[in-house]
């Protein structure tokens, strides 16, 4: 199925995007949740079609590979608790050394960061996962670079994201499009590296992607502090993600984890 890739992102459109136009188009806004949710397994349910269409074992021995549990517990903490307060933690500093005014306020909503944190990884944005990292990906190291496999990824990640715009509810629908399309290239990187580390497990990374979801709200910004920009919380984000990108990349080469025939 390497051959026909792109279908896959495809697939994951034709998936997701009629879903939210349901919502969106015939469902009171309480209810739209439900359609967004459901969407937003798109990117996985794609995976299996795929996967399914390949033939053999192919399927079951995706699933095994891809929720494997039995892996250190370093990881599940790196893509759950570390990285994601790394990130925000290299965010805040960023914005309080342009001369912002921090808001963060230590109490015990943090606490509820986990409840988050599991929301999120189930139903709201590390269910995407073992679609973009788990299949298509692995699928992509075995035509190109991985850096390039990074961009792919990334640029159909962010495209999938677009008719979001259009729907109340989605968290990220106050970010330029283009921002989101510049900053899904080095999280894909990230992400990217991090399930290669880990055995190619998507828990930890399905933790991390919702991680940088939830995490910034314990980080509130009280200030603007750059001029002329719409949306600085993503500017800095971005180059966030790719402070820790090009880290990741100098560390392992260019390979950001993969090793061929592994």
Known sequence: MSNYWWFYFVLSCLISWPVWSIGKLFLPENFRIITSIIGAFGPFV?????????????????????FNFRIKVKWFLLGGIIFPFLIAGVHHIIYLGLGGKSGISPGPDWLIYFVYLISTTLLTGGNEEPGWRGYITPVLMERFHPLIVCVIVGIGWAVWHLPMYFFEGWGGNNQPFLWLLIYCIPLSVILTWLYYSSRKSIIPVMLLHAGTNVVFRYFPMETKVLVNVADEFTVIKTICYFFFAIILIVITKGSIGYRRNV
């Open 46 to 66: 794609a995976a299996i079609i795929m996967q399914k269409r390949a033939g053999g074992d192919g399927l079951r021995s995706w699933f095994k590979t891809t």
